[in-house]
């Protein structure tokens, strides 16, 4: 992950890091909101069920678990561990020359890839798209800072947060039981080939040439079925 990250030209989780570091209160601020997600998804429950209705609001937290239940099995078959769990001191002040080895690593968390915090984030986006508008312009802020800090604190790398794009889209349509769309399988089947190309073409993804490309058109498929 952190080679494939290299083919954007620089290492993002850590030109986030150093950015943070340089703004002490953008630091607290997006720090703050990634760690009151569980709270915001819990105020959008609340409100979903008072604006909208218990069927709304139910199927929010429908699509919440299985992001959770879904995520937690990839990253059994993908485990892998943030920048700041295998640099340690280098991050985020020096992006290191590596080279793609197998490593043994300590007995901490590998839960990166996808990113659930971005899977919840997209899922929140989409699920209080239709409340009031003072509520969304606030959501869309504290997505914002979230995602800011997803990348930047040294738990993900930018690929984990692109491939939960796809991965949220392949699970809305689980959430909705619509396991036959063409746009399930679509995006299940991208979800498997990031998976696949990052596991064993680790030379190849982290060309520029092959990572612009291929960013744009997760990003393209995703958002064309997702809507």
Same mark, same amino acid.
């Given at each position: ?20 570091l ?5 630091w ?40 959770a ?18 640099f ?8 290191p020359?590596?080279?793609?080895i ?41 997505s914002?800072f ?7 604190? *040294? ?7 692109? &491939?939960?794009? %796809?991965? /949220?889209?392949?699970?809305?349509? @689980? +959430? ?6 063409p ?8 979800v ?8 064993? *073409? ?7 040439? &092959?990572?612009? %490309?291929? /960013?744009?058109a997760?990003?393209? @498929? +995703? ?5």
């Amino acid at each position: 992950l952190y080679a494939a990250d290299g083919g954007f030209g620089f290492q993002p989780a850590f030109a986030g890091g150093r950015l943070l570091l340089r703004n002490p209160w953008l630091w607290r601020l997006s720090e703050l909101c990634y760690a009151n997600l569980p709270l915001a998804m819990a105020l959008l429950y609340f409100l979903l069920r008072t604006r909208r209705g218990g069927k709304e609001a139910g199927k929010f937290v429908r699509f919440a678990v299985l992001l959770a239940i879904s995520g937690y099995c990839l990253y059994f078959l993908f485990p892998a561990v943030g920048p700041a769990g295998v640099f340690h001191r280098d991050f985020p002040y020096r992006a290191p020359a590596v080279q793609v080895i197998p490593t043994a690593m300590p007995l901490i968390e590998r839960n990166c890839m996808p990113s659930l915090h971005t899977a919840w984030i997209i899922a929140m986006l989409w699920s209080g798209a239709r409340l009031a508008a003072w509520f969304r312009r606030a959501l869309w802020a504290f997505s914002a800072f979230t995602l800011l800090y997803t990348v930047s604190g *040294g738990g993900h790398y930018l690929v984990d947060m692109i &491939v939960a794009v %796809p991965f /949220t889209v392949a699970v809305r349509y @689980l +959430a909705r039981r619509d396991w036959r769309s063409p746009g399930f399988a679509a995006n299940t089947a991208l979800v498997v080939f990031w998976l696949a190309l990052l596991r064993f *073409g680790t030379g190849v993804v982290s060309l520029p040439a &092959v990572l612009y %490309p291929l /960013t744009f058109a997760t990003m393209a @498929l +995703a958002y064309a079925s997702g809507r």
